[in-house]
């Protein structure tokens, strides 16, 4: 099956489907809030993913500086279940990392539950590579990887 999908930067008013599909993707503790999404979608770097009928996914990046020198962090990337497999995920990602390379960005971060299999499989496929872990990185406890992307 072939999807079509089309591909824009988030807007404060897409909060509401966007946080259709946080809920969708993440149980609590794990899931953010409505009102950190609506600061991020106001404040950082956002793409959505739409098809006719929805927002199949999105991703969300914050500038960041250490050390004098630019950095994206990928706070969030997210598809909903019927979307999935479709590239929907690679292409949100590589589409932030042209947008931060733009921003003078030397590279990408993010941390991923060391459990998650799909985003593990997806950021490595995508050039990430681990560079250490966080014990107890998230609020049930689970492990996560610190995964770094140079561009
Ligand atoms: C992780 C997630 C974003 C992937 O989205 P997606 O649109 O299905 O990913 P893509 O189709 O772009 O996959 C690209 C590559 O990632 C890898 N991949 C993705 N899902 C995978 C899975 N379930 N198992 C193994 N590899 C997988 C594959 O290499 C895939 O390429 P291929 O399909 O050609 O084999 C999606 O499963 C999701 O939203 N999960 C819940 C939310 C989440 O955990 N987000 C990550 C937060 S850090």
């Known amino acids: 099956m072939s999807i079509e999908i089309q591909y824009r930067p988030g807007t404060p008013g897409d909060l509401s489907a966007v946080?259709?599909?946080?809920?969708a993707c993440f149980q609590p503790p794990l899931?953010?809030?409505?009102g950190l999404l609506r600061?991020?979608?106001r404040d950082d770097l956002?793409?959505?993913a739409l098809s006719s009928k929805e927002i199949a996914g999105f991703v969300i990046a914050s500038l960041e500086t250490e050390n004098s020198q630019r950095f994206g962090y990928i706070a969030t990337l997210e598809v909903l279940s019927a979307y999935r497999r479709h590239g929907v995920a690679r292409h949100l990602l590589m589409t932030a990392e042209?947008?931060?390379?733009?921003?003078?960005?030397r590279y990408v971060a993010?941390?991923?539950?060391m459990n998650n299999v799909a985003a593990m499989a997806l950021y490595a496929s995508c050039g990430y590579e681990?560079?250490?872990?966080v014990e107890?990185?998230?609020p049930n406890g689970t492990d996560a990887a610190l995964m770094v992307h140079l561009l």
């Open 19 to 23: 946080n259709a599909v946080e809920e």
């Open 98 to 105: 042209d947008l931060l390379r733009n921003e003078g960005c």
């Open 39 to 41: 600061r991020m979608l």
């Open 110 to 113: 993010l941390h991923v539950a």
């Open 46 to 48: 956002s793409l959505v």
């Open 31 to 34: 899931r953010f809030s409505k």
């Open 130 to 133: 681990s560079v250490g872990t």
């Open 136 to 138: 107890k990185f998230y």
